[in-house]
């Protein structure tokens, strides 16, 4: 017995695909040191897209980068994520018509 809201994910995931963002950010200096990489399943042909992936890459990292503020202490990680997503879905949609579900995983060393 599975809930509505596990039914509704999983039909979003065969229609629309997924889309998962990996970044990782100095703890120190809120620099970002690796990524933002992309992993995409379901979504788009990786070899005939890889322009769509490129321009992916640069607009999360721009969208990351200014919600980073640099002055303080803390990272609101949940903003970060909630930011890349919409700008990202946004985007996604513009592009391909589709709207994948957006992960970002944000790690901090």
Excluded: H, W
């Amino acid at each position: 017995d599975i809930g509505d809201l596990v039914l509704k994910d999983r039909e979003m995931l065969g229609e629309n695909g997924i889309v998962i963002i990996s970044c990782t950010i100095d703890k120190q200096t809120k620099d970002i040191l690796g990524g933002p990489e992309i992993l995409t399943r379901g979504f788009v042909y990786v070899k005939e897209s890889q322009d769509l992936l490129e321009q992916t890459k640069l607009l999360a990292k721009e969208s990351i980068e200014a919600n980073i503020e640099k002055n303080t202490k803390r990272v609101d990680y949940a903003k970060i994520k909630n930011e890349v997503r919409d700008y990202l879905g946004k985007f996604f949609y513009q592009e391909t018509g589709s709207k994948p579900m957006i992960i970002t995983v944000i790690q901090e060393v």
